[in-house]
Structure formats: structure tokens, C-alpha cells
């Protein structure tokens, strides 16, 4: 009886053209300077963001499992208001959820003003000739970066069985580790996609392309470019990256850059679940890794 009811109801909502996503609706959320931006829920994103979620974790820890993230997919309700954020996070009130809310359209302009000239004029000819990334990709990435902040565990159990946050562990080494572990793991998602036939092979390729495209601006304008110039290096130094002097472009080695990614990836989850005794490891690691010039050559 109730399976006949629930068929009806879902019936009567096509009728209706009632989505069955979350309700779209504008809010408004408050920055930590006080200014204020109103935004309008995307629920059919929102809903797609909590699939893909769902599709990172089938190689997590099930224990780091959220039932719900807290993330919302949204457009600002304003155009000509610009956000510097690609999303925000803030608490109504001191008893309330964190909501961590993504600005689609803000990502989306963000390619267009500063990566696509990148996409156009860093990367080789054979590269620049099957160029078709759109906008929709970049958001692709951002979200899944955002998404992967969740898959991977907050805290650890001590050797003397006291339970401790990771970033008390790593104080000052934590962000850049964290941020490099959820790039990876965004990246890493990629193969599931396409397993799932929700992504070819050449999107997963725009996408990488796009990831190295963002961090050599990140490298240039960042005040924190720390991570990213982490994962630069790493990837030359595995040869996944070859700079070219002479024209001051890039050329990339898919199949290195592959192998580069799961190598990075473990490494920043092992730093994370040996937090404890990790340290000293960590910043060696740092160190060798994060100085890099614009074209990609160590300093």
C-alpha cells in the first residue's frame, strides 16, 4: 500500500512539473566583513554534487562517511555583485549546521576572466588544436575539490587512544596538505566518472588540463601558493610536465601526470592518517617542493 502511494504521489508531481530536487529559493548569507550577498539555491546541482559525493567515497573510509553534506550548490542572485570566493561557509546561529555554500556562476566567470587565457596560450600547439573546455568543466573541478574536503578524516586516535584533530597535529603544514589531498582526490575521481559514463576520457584530460592551468595562475597572483607550488613541481619532477624555455609553453605526458596524481594522493593520505608522528616528514617534504618559478623550474 505504501509503495502504490508513493508511486501515485511521484506521478502527481510529474503532472505537476513539481521538481523533485531541493526547492530553489533565495537567501542571504553574511560575509565575516559584514557584507551581505543574496543567493539562489540551485537544487538540481545540489542534488547532482550529493551523487558525485556518494561516488568519491567508494574508496574512503566508510567510518568519514557524512549522511548529508553540508554543501549547496548556488548562483549570486546579483550578476554585477563580485565575490573574491568561490564559496563561503558560516553557521546562522551558534546551535545551527556549518553550510558551506558554492557560487556556480562566480566559478564560471572566474574561467572565463582568467584561466581561459591560460588554456590558450600556455599549453603546446597539439594541445591548443583540441582545445574545447567549457566553463561547466572548471565548476566541475572546483566542486569536486570542495566535495573531497569531506572524504578524508578529521581526526585521529593516538598512540595513547586520545582522539585529535589533524590540524591541531599539523598546525601551519595542515592547509597545505589538506588542499593538495583534495586535489588529488578530485582528480582521482575522474576514472569513477567515467566508469559510470558520466565523463569521457578526453573531459577527464580537459579537466587535468584545466587543474594545471589554474594552479600557474594560483602560482602568479596567490598570496598562499604554497600547494599548489607543491603539486607543479611534483609533477615536473616526475616528468609529467615539460616547460619549454624557448616558447614558454607546457606539454603534458597523460600517462605520467596519471601516475603523478595516485603518487601525490598517497602521500598527502598517509601524511594526514600519521598525523601524529608525521611532522618533521612533512616539512622536509614542503621544503622540497614548494619553491618554483613561474615557468615551473625550481628556484
Not at 508531481?13 to 559584514?34: A, C, F, H, R, W
Not at 611534483?234 to 603534458?252: H, P, R, V
Request: aromatic share 10%.
Amino acid at each position: 500500500m505504501k509503495l502504490y502511494l508513493i508511486i501515485v504521489l511521484f506521478i502527481i508531481m510529474l503532472l505537476l512539473n513539481v521538481s523533485i530536487y531541493p526547492q530553489d529559493k533565495s537567501e542571504t548569507m553574511i560575509t565575516k566583513n559584514g557584507t551581505e550577498y543574496k543567493y539562489i539555491i540551485n537544487g538540481e546541482q545540489t542534488q547532482k554534487a550529493e551523487t558525485f559525493y556518494k561516488i568519491l567515497l567508494k574508496n574512503e573510509n566508510p567510518k568519514y562517511r557524512l549522511n548529508k553534506i553540508p554543501l549547496i550548490v548556488s548562483d549570486l542572485e546579483d550578476p554585477n555583485i563580485s565575490s573574491p570566493f568561490f564559496a563561503m561557509s558560516y553557521t546562522q546561529d551558534k546551535t545551527s549546521t556549518l553550510k558551506i555554500v558554492l557560487f556556480k556562476n562566480v566559478i564560471e566567470r572566474f574561467f572565463k576572466n582568467n584561466i581561459l587565457d591560460i588554456l590558450q596560450n600556455k599549453f603546446q600547439n597539439e594541445d591548443k588544436k583540441k582545445l574545447n573546455i567549457t566553463p561547466e568543466y572548471f565548476y566541475l573541478k572546483i566542486l569536486l575539490h570542495h566535495l573531497s574536503h569531506f572524504s578524508g578524516p578529521s581526526a585521529i586516535q593516538m598512540s595513547t587512544k586520545e582522539t585529535v584533530f589533524i590540524d591541531t597535529l599539523l598546525l601551519n603544514n595542515f592547509k597545505t596538505i589538506e588542499e593538495i589531498r583534495a586535489d588529488m582526490s578530485s582528480l582521482s575521481i575522474l576514472k569513477q566518472l567515467i566508469i559510470k559514463e558520466k565523463l569521457t576520457e578526453k573531459e577527464k584530460k580537459d579537466i587535468f588540463k584545466l587543474h594545471i592551468a589554474h594552479l600557474l595562475y594560483l602560482n602568479k597572483h596567490s598570496k598562499d601558493k604554497t600547494s599548489c607550488s607543491i603539486q607543479l613541481n611534483f609533477f615536473k619532477k616526475a616528468g609529467a610536465l615539460t616547460y619549454n624555455m624557448i616558447t614558454n609553453e607546457i606539454s603534458i605526458d597523460w600517462l605520467e601526470l596519471d601516475t603523478s596524481i595516485k603518487e601525490l594522493l598517497k602521500i598527502t593520505k598517509n601524511f594526514e592518517k600519521k598525523a601524529e608522528t608525521s611532522e618533521t616528514t612533512i616539512s622536509k617534504f614542503i621544503e622540497k617542493f614548494s619553491t618554483i618559478s613561474d615557468n615551473g623550474e625550481k628556484k
